[in-house]
């Protein structure tokens, strides 16, 4: 079993930054792909990015050049680094995990979620 627990989240400018932090516990997370997706208020969850375990990097087009995702295996750890935050990034934020060898940017393909962090971006 897999827990994720994020933190991070927070009320930020337009323009700012924010750090999400996912935390794993239980089994070891550094042979599995990590996601991060979000979900707006009457919005489907959509991904955000993923990283698999050789530290290749996938993002939504709308983050590209914006947000960074990266893992630390000894910390059992994954972040996600946002800058120039927009008021669309609104949304709460969750961590996922896959135990596929391939990445997807569908929310189905990840079997472990944490409760999610809320993000909000003031105009």
């Known amino acids: 079993q897999v827990q994720l627990v994020e933190s991070g989240g927070g009320l930020v400018q337009a323009g700012g930054s924010l750090r999400l932090s996912c935390a794993a516990s239980g089994r070891t997370l550094s042979s599995n792909i990590m996601g991060w997706f979000r979900q707006a208020p009457g919005k489907e969850r959509e991904f955000v990015a993923a990283i698999n375990w050789i530290g290749s990097t996938y993002y939504a087009d709308s983050v590209k050049g914006r947000f960074t995702i990266s893992r630390d295996n000894a910390k059992k750890t994954v972040y996600l680094q946002m800058n120039s935050l927009k008021p669309e990034d609104t949304a709460v934020y969750y961590c996922?995990?896959?135990?596929?060898?391939?990445?997807?940017?569908?929310?189905?393909?990840?079997?472990?979620w944490g409760q999610g962090t809320q993000v909000t971006v003031s105009s």
């Open positions: 996922a995990a896959s135990l596929g060898v391939v990445v997807t940017t569908t929310p189905h393909s990840y079997q472990y």
